[in-house]
């Protein structure tokens, strides 16, 4: 493959035309504490088993890009350990009996360097690869990606990752805004509610792809292949 040729990838609302070399896989948030019981997606009363069958072709999609030698990047939703970077709106938000912060199976809810706060297992980053962390629900707020991807000539984003309709929708979007073209493998974003996966997916579509472009892992790797 010439990382450098444009190919074109089966996508809606029409073909997505994939230029590798300026292409960054960003995968966010697929963290314990959203996918596993315990953690910052439960605690909401979320039943987190919607989210792992986004595991395994997130993990396929990852293998390929790294074989093709392509631009990787992670997010993680989280917080300083002395919460400095928590708006006090966040923290109560939910009124729930454990807050951020509060200590859980996996460690303290949501905050940097505990288990929970960690990418799972099975998509942990390589050493070369950024990890953002972000404060917020969006990738762009409160963080140097903006930054990373420009020195790094990135135009065009596959984003993958929790949740569909909350923390890839709200990157999507500042994305989106910031000049990148995004497509969405929908077999790799998940959410706790199936409606919201579907709407979340057609609202990224709809109207010209007012957001960007939904397609399948399977065509993404056949591109790149
Ligand atoms: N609650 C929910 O659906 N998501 C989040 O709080 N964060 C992310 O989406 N990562």
Same mark, same amino acid.
């Given at each position: ?23 960054? $896989?960003?995968?966010?948030?697929? %963290? ?13 009363? !979320? ?23 392509? %631009? ?37 809810? $949501? ?14 980053? $390589? ?21 990373? $991807?420009? !020195?790094?000539? &990135? ?20 994305? !989106? ?17 199936? %409606? ?7 609202? &990224? ?21």
């Amino acid at each position: 493959m010439d990382r450098h040729q444009r190919v074109t990838v089966e996508a809606e609302p029409y073909p997505f035309e994939l230029v590798p070399a300026q292409c960054a $896989l960003l995968i966010i948030d697929m %963290q314990r504490d959203f996918l596993e019981a315990g953690g910052f997606g439960a605690m909401l009363g !979320n039943d987190v088993s919607q989210l792992r069958r986004t595991i395994e072709p997130n993990r396929r999609l990852l293998a390929a890009w790294r074989t093709a030698g392509l %631009q990787v990047m992670h997010t993680r939703e989280g917080h300083r350990p002395d919460l400095s970077d928590l708006p006090p709106a966040k923290k109560i938000r939910g009124r729930g009996k454990t807050c951020i912060g509060d200590v859980g199976p996996m460690g303290r809810i $949501l905050v940097r360097g505990e288990p929970g706060h960690d990418i799972i297992p099975e998509l942990s980053p $390589l050493p070369t690869e950024p990890v953002i962390d972000k404060p917020g629900k969006g990738a762009f707020f409160a963080t140097d990606l903006h930054a990373i $991807l420009q !020195n790094r000539a &990135i135009k065009q984003l596959i984003v993958t990752g929790v949740t569909t309709e909350v923390c890839v929708h709200t990157t999507i979007r500042e994305a !989106n805004d910031r000049g990148y073209d995004c497509l969405v493998p929908e077999d790799c974003v998940g959410s706790y509610f199936p %409606q919201f996966q579907e709407i979340g997916l057609q609202m &990224i579509k709809a109207q010209g792809g007012i957001f960007g472009w939904v397609s399948q892992s399977a065509h993404i790797l056949a591109a790149i292949r």
